[in-house]
């Protein structure tokens, strides 16, 4: 005889329940992007980490800031272990004079061709890093991907404070859908870019 398996619904107390606590984790981290914004536009030209060799260079590369910095400023600082914050690039860029679009489109294009290049990288150690990993964490990790890695990659690419190249980094390994990938990161870097962009000129 044939072995049947059921398919259970979410309850709706469940989906609620998900969902609110989604809503307030966007809260939160809009609510600290809110100050993040207010400081770099206060400071727009100043960019403090732990990596003092890599902060000065880039402090360097902001003064006379070109069009040109601009591309590969965004690049490097999209790359999954880069350390620099993409977002400092848009007041700056706003400052130096180039238009809002132009500098907003640069910027998008730049976050999807560099997490395409982490997601790529991720992809190609998949094989090798999933084997240091049981077979059943690997099915569990997927799993989870598969059903929350939308709504992490659009959190993390609409606020400053977290790692999204990283994250695109790190669903490469898993495999992750590609369409639903770049959805996420255009919606969440557009809504992103746009908050900055709009902040700065309504301060300026």
């Known amino acids: 005889m044939s072995e049947y398996k059921f398919v259970y619904e979410t309850s709706i107390y ?16 809009l609510t600290i992007s809110f100050f993040y914004f207010k400081n770099l536009i206060a ?4 960019f403090t ?10 402090n360097s590369q902001l003064e006379s800031f070109t069009f040109f910095k601009l591309i590969y400023l965004s690049f490097l600082s999209e790359l999954f272990f880069s ?19 132009l500098t907003f489109s640069v910027l998008i ?9 982490n997601y790529t990288i991720g992809e190609k150690l998949s094989s ?10 690997v099915y569990e990790i997927r799993r989870w991907v598969g ?15 977290l790692p999204s190249p990283a994250l695109s980094f790190a669903v490469g390994l898993t495999k992750y859908n590609r369409t639903r990938l770049f959805t996420a990161l255009l919606l969440g870097s557009g809504i ?13």
């Not at 989906?15 to 939160?28: A, C, D, E, S």
């Not at 090798?128 to 964490?137: A, E, N, T």
């Not at 992103?192 to 700065?200: C, E, Q």
Request: charged content about 10%; aromatic content about 18%; glycine content about 6%.
């Open 147 to 161: 059903k929350y890695g939308f709504y992490a990659i659009l959190l993390a690419n609409m606020t400053p404070v």
């Open 83 to 101: 350390p620099i914050p993409t977002e400092i690039l848009f007041p700056i860029s706003l400052k130096a004079g180039f238009p809002f679009f």
């Open 43 to 46: 400071h727009p030209g100043v």
């Open 109 to 117: 294009v730049m976050v999807v061709f560099t997490n395409f290049v």
């Open 14 to 29: 469940h989906k609620l329940k998900v969902w609110t606590i989604f809503l307030l984790i966007i809260g939160v981290l």
């Open 192 to 204: 992103k870019y746009l908050a900055i962009g709009g902040t700065y000129l309504f301060f300026k």
């Open 49 to 58: 980490s732990p990596f003092s060799s890599l902060t000065k260079f880039f």
């Open 128 to 137: 090798v890093i999933m084997q240091l990993i049981s077979k059943k964490k």
